[in-house]
């Protein structure tokens, strides 16, 4: 069984920088495919970033393009979101999720294919939030 923890939620000023780690515990065979998630109060779930690690390739929504950067620490099973440029419209609770994305991996689907709608995503974390201030 996959865990998800993430840490480093919390509150800044717009324009400030927050990084956000999940470590994954467990049968780390199914985090292919790993990627962050906010909801806003009132609004739908969104997919912020992704990346399938076999092929390296990375997703993320035109929103936080240029602003926020996905990475994983194998060694650590450990991914990272890096958010510069915060601003008041990224309020809210961050999710990591994790997949072993198994039609991905065959190339069937691109991994912008399981995180932009409804998310498809086996394995999620608990959220953590962050709140940025204007």
């Known amino acids: 069984r996959l865990e998800l923890v993430e840490s480093g939620g919390g509150s800044v000023q717009a324009g400030g920088s927050v990084r956000l780690s999940c470590e994954a515990s467990?049968?780390?065979?199914?985090?292919?495919?790993m990627g962050w998630f906010r909801q806003a109060p009132g609004q739908e779930r969104e997919g912020v970033a992704a990346?399938?690690?076999?092929?390296?390739?990375?997703y993320y929504a035109d929103s936080v393009k240029g602003r926020f950067t996905i990475s994983r620490d194998n060694a650590k099973n450990t991914v990272y979101l890096q958010m510069n440029s915060l601003k008041y419209e990224d309020t809210a609770i961050y999710y990591c999720?994790?997949?072993?994305?198994?039609?991905?991996?065959?190339?069937?689907?691109?991994?912008?294919?399981?995180?932009?709608?409804?998310?498809?995503?086996?394995?999620w974390g608990q959220g953590t939030q962050v709140t940025v201030s204007s």
């Open positions: 990346l399938y690690t076999g092929a390296g390739s990375t």
């Open positions: 999720a994790a997949d072993p994305c198994t039609l991905v991996r065959q190339g069937v689907l691109t991994i912008a294919d399981i995180t932009t709608g409804e998310p498809d995503f086996a394995t």
């Open positions: 467990g049968y780390t065979d199914d985090s292919a495919c």
